[in-house]
């Protein structure tokens, strides 16, 4: 009964260094998506994935973050060349089919 | 543009008052409507939805109301205690094949005294 485990839970680096985030969903769920949470704001959708396929990837700010589910489990947010306004909680959630999101309790990304 | 707006930035109740976070949609497409509570330093948790075709749903406390005309709707809690002292996001989904990508507000962020 574990619920989505995200790893790391902080991770500080250095400007133009590259980033991996990684996401494990509840078993079962279908569909994964990440989220990116800024002080102060509410979750901004940045990708989706169907099973393995990124079903709608239009929340991606720009080519220098890429997320990968090779095998419909466990996801990948890479993100490269890190900007300092990279800096936020890294959200991940999973569903089935009711609509609900089940989220993580966030990876935080600090850029120096 | 998919957006959904949400009021106020913050609210302070006192305990056993009622709590009330209001919301607003543009796109007509969206078809569920959930509620999110967050405390700190962990994810947003779902607290209750509604669809379109329902113009109120009530769980204990909490309530939403919704008006599809106007593409309104807010949240109610009812005899608001302190530990209901977190931030709330009103969101939108729009159903594609077989997930839900759903847009959130900013966040109201509730204290309420005791």
């Known amino acids: 009964g574990a619920g989505v485990s995200q790893t790391p839970s902080n991770k500080v680096t250095e400007k133009g260094k590259y980033v991996e985030l990684r996401c494990d969903p509840i078993s079962g769920h279908t569909a994964l998506y990440w989220y990116r949470q800024s002080l102060g704001q509410g979750p901004e959708f940045l990708i989706y994935f169907q099973g393995t396929g990124a079903a709608d990837d239009s929340g991606l700010p720009n080519d220098r973050f890429f997320a990968v589910r090779p095998e419909g489990s466990v996801s990948t947010l890479k993100i490269q060349r890190t900007e300092r306004g990279d800096s936020a909680v890294y959200l991940c959630?999973?569903?089935?089919?009711?609509?609900?999101?089940?989220f993580g309790e966030g990876s935080r990304l600090t850029v120096l | 543009q998919q957006q959904v707006k949400q009021s106020p930035q913050s609210l302070i109740v006192q305990k056993g008052g009622i709590s009330i976070i209001n919301c607003a949609y543009e796109?007509?497409?969206?078809?569920?409507f959930p509620w999110y509570q967050q405390f700190p330093g962990k994810g947003p948790a779902l607290l209750i939805a509604?669809?379109?075709?329902?113009s109120e749903k009530k769980e204990g406390r909490f309530t939403i109301s919704f008006n599809k005309s106007a593409k309104q709707f807010s949240l109610h809690i009812m005899d608001s205690q302190p530990g209901d002292s977190a931030t709330y996001f009103c969101a939108a989904s729009l159903i594609n094949t077989g997930g839900f990508k759903t847009i959130f507000g900013a966040g109201t962020r509730l204290f309420v005294k005791a």
């Open positions: 509604i669809r379109p075709d329902v």
């Open positions: 959630a999973s569903s089935f089919y009711t609509g609900e999101l089940f």
């Open positions: 796109n007509t497409a969206f078809d569920y």
